[in-house]
């Protein structure tokens, strides 16, 4: 069984959206990428455009250059896939969580089921990862904010002690002048 780290390094944000790829689903499914689509295309109404749709080709670009440097032994099979076989292929499909959730209703195979069950805790934990780093920026917001607040505070206080200091300069010189008038 692939473990979530493994799924995670699969998963990917596009358009505001983290997605998986069919090629990865496909080989996470142990089926072809052309089995799998065909699979989608006779269910294509289960999937409308907020569970699946093809990347452009930049965005394919950008994501092969993002696996070249997290997934080093993928980013070739990927250019061979898409590119190198088949010069004029289709560019790969994108699938969001509620597309993979959907995928499990039309895959039947045990190892689907079980995948799917996985890519799906991959999906909750990445999830709760971006929740708790949302909670540590607030706390480090919060924190920033109370230290500017000291920062003011302690400026006061330096502002008060000088002027003490000044007060205290003055009443010296007031103390140590010479005296004028009659001398006892």
Do not use: C
Request: proline content about 2%.
């Amino acid at each position: 069984m692939i473990n979530i780290q493994s799924l995670q390094n699969r998963i990917y944000e596009i358009r505001g959206e983290r997605i998986m790829l069919d090629m990865d689903l496909a080989l996470l499914y142990e089926v072809e990428t052309r089995v799998l689509n065909q699979a989608i295309k006779r269910n294509i109404k289960r999937f409308p455009e907020d569970f699946m749709f093809q990347l452009t080709k930049t965005e394919f670009e950008n994501i092969k250059f993002n696996m070249g440097t997290s997934r080093h032994g993928m980013s070739s099979q990927i250019v061979m896939t898409y590119s190198n076989k088949r010069p004029n292929a289709a560019l790969p499909y994108a699938f969001t969580e509620q597309g993979v959730a959907m995928l499990s209703g039309i895959l039947n195979s045990d190892t689907a089921i079980n995948m799917n069950i996985a890519i799906m805790r991959a999906f909750v934990a990445i999830r709760r990862l971006m929740l708790q780093q949302m909670d540590l920026k607030e706390q480090l917001q919060e924190i920033k904010e109370r230290l500017g607040e000291h920062d003011a505070q302690l400026n006061h206080i330096y502002d008060a002690m000088e002027n003490l200091l000044d007060e205290k300069t003055a009443q010296r010189k007031w103390d140590e002048r010479d005296r004028i008038g009659f001398k006892k």
